[in-house]
């Protein structure tokens, strides 16, 4: 049958386009030009100026033959040039890879390989460690230093300076190099705890999608004031450098996550957002009071990674402290899950509301396809709040894939659904709520335990700081969880007291039968090393 | 030169996706089932009941035979059912096509015999025009009585009724037959005012992406409570049937858009967003004093269409009511252009602020171009808020093209960028202003004359309801103004008083040379014909 909606009505260049986070940056430009866009230490800039400087970027790369193709990596903590990076990378056609900034030299050297890195940006603070890379590293990047006026002045590996190289670009609007959705705009590299990285490739649209979500998930309005706690290179900043810009807010950048600049920064320039790691919300918690008091009532925290302690929403929200849950992963453009708060949860005890916030809940509008699936059938489990499967999604804001390695792809991808590796339930309310990673489950006695269910209980016992339970190998019951614990400063708990509070506040088989104080190890991006607490389990 | 971002990381099941406003029904009834969705008189519906209407009429739809390619029409004001047909026509992959209620039967039978309808459902107060078009179409579509509680009850023209065919079908959710992100979602026909109208044909994608552009552009949060005065058959009403539901809001449906029940329905739902026609905003700023004390401070109340009179905005900006200025055609989705505001222009006097928040301003974030072309050439004119140009758009929110019309798809479409046939400036800070459709420009001794400024003169004479002018035939001047004016009730003014008037505000050249008292005359949609005045002109 001939179906006349479908005749004589394809793309044109009148109708068709492409969907690029950039777009934003030059919308807000040209919309609220004197608005204010950047702020470090004493360096302020406006929405203009931003504007200018990411096309002067863009058209020096252009004429250094950096395109479409090409990889700038930088390597850098939140500083303007790293924010610019986001703009004027893409402009010209290349593929931004901000790399973490807490890798060693061999596995810097092993991502410029892999990524093939064309150009480098480096700040100050880290040009050993890349110095170290590219001696290691078979590619010959240009190099770029970034000088920032707060970072290390005299530490400079490259050909020429960042500011130089703007010099070498014309500011006024370039012509994008950018030809469809598809093209690639990022490169990230997994922190695997064992293994290689692994590069997973992001397209503009997915940025652009992704960047649109943090703004309807956070119900953030125009004008924000955001705070630059979470790093840039975890997953671009989970698309704030885009969704800020979009909402013509101010980008506030901090060298050093912790807590005094944090809380500086937050009254000298009026914060009304910032996200971070669960590790950063207890330094929030855990500042002095006269630090603490500099938080506004009002102010909107967005975590992810682990599910923070309840404990930890609770004192937040004591404080005023809204906090959003989220949850994502690296091949998902950061968190594109959210516990949508319902009002209708308001009057609930303060203990009942920190546990549903607590909760990764549900897909970003954005999102084509979220469920909790049982990864041998790929049917999804019953909503039960019970039944444990593997978190999946689909859309598109999913990856393109890992650069170079089909078979992981494909293995991610298996079925057309991306495996997030992730265990969770699935609520009543269509909740989903992560139990654990596939490989974190203890299995005792062929009942399941989840370490965050055992952490979770720890944390709320107030000598405990930071808590990681694992498996350890036991005759009798397969597998029982081991707790590693690290106390915070002037509190004392033993072994036997930690027990014990754990006996009164859940099910006895899901208490740990050890418990080990100690700093706990942890990654390059602040997650705690559980392979390396393993290990030590086997020896206790 | 090989491009590895572009090789082994194309779209698989995992990582594409359709974009569709469908798709925001489907989270807001996930994450907030229990929320209210419609009101309308005594009815109340939640999301869950929302969605599931709209399942039940995707699958009665889908059993009988319609989906990609069918056509399903509606003639009906604002009722729940016309909410409900933008999102269960779509999901079961047919068209919608909604029909001004305005219209006349020959028209309506062009409409259904052009756009191929399958399916017509009409209110009970269209049902004897529906009739007469049904006897002159060549076409013989089901057709299903709309009952409305608060309708006529006894009209009934169809072989069922709305609530029979929703029996039909299963509230579980269907599985949607979109297939991709250009798939047909819309058929809206233009309000030409001469010569038969043009079928405009929407995408789901281009739909998704205006529905977040009213969002973004409104600033818009959770949970509005938005009152239906735009009616859904004006390019979709916007694109809020789906912009209100993403954002979890309550539509207050209307079945007749007049002072008291608009009055009422604000104060009783307590509506917080409205969009309308200067004709609707005249209605709020005329209304006696005792019903406009029912508006709340802070109505947010956005408005498109010909710019409304600075006199009607400063009116409302004195209650609090907050007007946002859009602009659009049917050809791009209605509004995706708004007059968004600086908060740098708070402390103008009152006039400077409601010139500016007349102007059109600049393009939502998600229109990939706008501007102001010399249409010969396709150059932009000088942001000089002096010269005039063609506003042009391109994107993904551009139409498809005109259903069955390549030429004039063509046309439009000529030199890359849609033709809209209006006449603007761009100021110098990039927003525009429109000074009028190219055929109503007014040419007297080779100056242009903008008819919208010379009614925006007229309408701050205190005894002006509505004023239009167009040209007059002149032997000296070539052409020269002539106003035709509606006086408010309880007013009088002369001929003489109001050139008089007008010659004190503005420049000579610009003051009409004829003044003539009466109705005017509107189209279907509400606009003034100017081409019958322009008829009545040459008879003066």
Known sequence: MSNPFEENLGQTAANAGVQTPVQFLRHTASVYPEKPAVVHGDYRCDYAQLYARCNRLASALQQRGIGPGSTVSIIAPNVPAHLEAHFGVPMCGAVLNSINIRLDADTIAYILDHGECDLL???????????????????SPAVIDLVDP?????????????????????????????????????????????????????????AYQNAIGDTLAWDMQRHPVYLWTLPMFHCNGWC??????????????????????ILDAIEQHGVTHL???????????????????????????????????????????????????SYGLTEVYGPCVYCAWNDAWDDLPAGERAALKARQGVPYPVLAGLDVLDPESMEPVPA????????????????????????????????????????????????????????????????NISSIEVEGALFKHEAVMLAAVVARPDDKWGETPCAFVELKEGHSASAEELIAFCRDNMAHFKVPKYVVFGELPKTSTGKIQKFVLRQRALEI
Chains 1, 2 share one sequence.
């Not at 704030?240 to 600049?261: M, N, S, Y």
């Not at 918690?285 to 930890?312: S, Y």
């Not at 999604?393 to 079925?415: C, I, Q, S």
């Open 150 to 206: 707060l970072g290390p002045q005299d530490k400079r590996i490259g050909e020429s300076t960042y500011e130089a190289l703007l010099d070498e670009g014309d500011p006024s609007p370039v012509d994008w190099r950018i030809d469809d959705n598809w093209q690639s705009l990022a490169l990230n590299y997994t922190s695997g705890t064992t293994g290689r990285p692994k590069g997973v490739v992001y397209h503009h649209l997915g």
């Open 384 to 447: 039960d709040g019970q039944s444990i499967g593997e978190v999946m999604f689909r859309g598109t804001v999913v990856m393109k894939g890992y650069l170079k390695d089909p078979e992981a792809t494909a293995e991610a991808f298996r079925g057309g659904w991306f495996h997030s590796g992730d265990l969770a339930v699935k609520h009543p309310n269509n909740y989903i709520e992560i139990k654990d990673r596939s490989k974190d489950i203890i299995i005792s006695g062929g009942e």
């Open 121 to 139: 940006l480096v700040d100050g603070q880290f040009a050993d460690v890349a110095a170290n890379a590219l001696a290691r590293s078979e590619r």
């Open 275 to 325: 996200c971070g790691a669960p590790i950063v919300l207890a330094m929030l918690v855990n500042a002095p009071a006269e630090q603490r008091a500099k938080i506004p009532p009002g102010l909107q925290v967005m975590t992810a990674g682990a599910a923070p302690p309840a404990a930890i929403i609770e004192a937040l929200e004591a404080m005023q402290v809204n906090v959003t849950q």
């Open 240 to 261: 704030f450098p885009w969704a800020i810009t979009l909402q013509a807010g101010v980008h506030v950048c901090l060298r050093e996550v912790a807590a005094d600049p």
